[in-house]
């Protein structure tokens, strides 16, 4: 079996993470910087085709009080337009609520200055939401 992608869809950024061969950890991979859903999917085919990627795993930004959102209604766009270009592929959805915030803490505490954060925090997020899906699945 392939590996599992994980992606942090917002409008400027992508932040991509896939899992190692025995779905235990994700690791981040790139933050692709928005350039049209065209060279978007672009990029995420030659990352899919690179690691064999079987699933995708997308953080759906929703409203504390669970509702979906205008951004959420926004990756669901996305995500309309990548299974017609990899149809083959399954996509889930994981709650992504505070993933950016738990990815943020983390690189403060390791230190990292504002401006190199603002540069992997998307990749960081992702690796979030795709160690939770894992992190579920073992359980």
């Given at each position: 079996m392939g590996r599992i992608i994980g992606l942090d869809v917002g409008?400027?950024?992508?932040?991509?993470?896939?899992?190692?061969?025995l779905f235990i950890?994700?690791?981040g991979i790139k933050t692709i910087f928005r350039n049209g859903i065209k060279k978007d999917l672009e990029e995420?085919?030659?990352?899919?085709?690179?690691?064999?990627?079987?699933?995708a795993i997308?953080?759906?930004?929703?409203?504390m009080d669970n509702s979906l959102g205008?951004?959420?209604e926004k990756?669901?766009?996305?995500?309309?337009k990548f299974k017609r270009e990899f149809p083959e592929i399954?996509?889930?959805?994981i709650d992504e609520r505070l993933t950016s915030v738990s990815a943020e803490r983390v690189l403060i505490e390791g230190e990292m200055r504002r401006n190199k954060r603002k540069k992997v925090i998307d990749k960081v997020a992702a690796v979030y939401i795709l160690q939770m899906y894992l992190d579920k699945k073992v359980i």
């Open positions: 409008d400027k950024t992508i932040g991509v993470s896939v899992s190692d061969p950890t994700a690791q995420l085919r030659r990352i899919i085709l690179e690691y064999e990627v079987e699933k997308i953080g759906l930004p929703k409203n205008f951004q959420g990756v669901m766009k996305f995500s309309e399954d996509i889930e959805f």
